[in-house]
């Protein structure tokens, strides 16, 4: 489910950017430094087509649902709180955008506290995401850079069931070839 919200996001921000030329919020011309966004306020407002400074043209880029008892949806601006986008915990999205142009961002996963992602000794994580958006959840716990946070460029303990069916797909083109092997072998042993 936040995967899915965290695809969404992703496409709305693409979807501006081709429209615009640049990422929400940015000038036309590339910045020193990439940029870190939280789901809320004026990117969401401006991905919503509500936000004039960004979006001049207010054009959608993205449908949301109402979140329910502050969880998992767009929750309205009320007073001082501006609007934001929630994950299934309440907490908004973090969004790191490639706005200083060179086709990467830094990897959050460096510095997470399980040794697993961060620094694991067969695969460490990598300094940079070769990508130009990056999207995560801090997950059930809430907290930032733990285990169970739900991000945009590996998968995670909520999307590892989708990798079944990669699981399956591996077992049955073995199976398949030692099908093929044996028929082989069979039709081969008659002629001799
Ligand atoms: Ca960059
Ligand atoms: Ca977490």
Request: glycine fraction near 6%.
């Amino acid at each position: 489910m936040t995967q899915s919200v965290i695809k969404d996001l992703r496409i709305a921000i693409t979807s501006f950017q081709i429209e615009c030329g640049h990422f929400p919020g940015q000038s036309e011309q590339s910045q020193a430094s990439d940029t870190r966004l939280l789901s809320t306020g004026p990117l969401i407002d401006c991905l919503l087509g509500q936000n004039t400074a960004w979006n001049r043209k207010e054009i959608k880029f993205v449908d949301l649902m109402t979140a329910r008892d502050g969880k998992f949806g767009y929750v309205p601006a009320e007073g001082s709180n501006p609007c934001r986008l929630v994950d299934l915990w309440g907490n908004p999205y973090v969004i790191l955008l490639d706005t200083n142009g060179d086709g990467k961002v830094q990897n959050p996963d460096i510095r997470n506290a399980d040794p697993a992602i961060a620094h694991s000794e067969t695969s460490p994580a990598p300094e940079f995401l070769p990508v130009e958006i990056a999207i995560h959840s801090f997950g059930k716990d809430g907290i930032e850079g733990t285990a169970d946070d739900v991000v945009s460029w590996r998968s995670t303990p909520e999307s590892s069931v989708m990798l079944v069916p990669m699981w399956l797909l591996v077992i049955v083109l073995i199976l398949l070839l030692l099908i093929i092997l044996i028929v082989r072998r069979m039709r081969a042993s008659p002629a001799k």
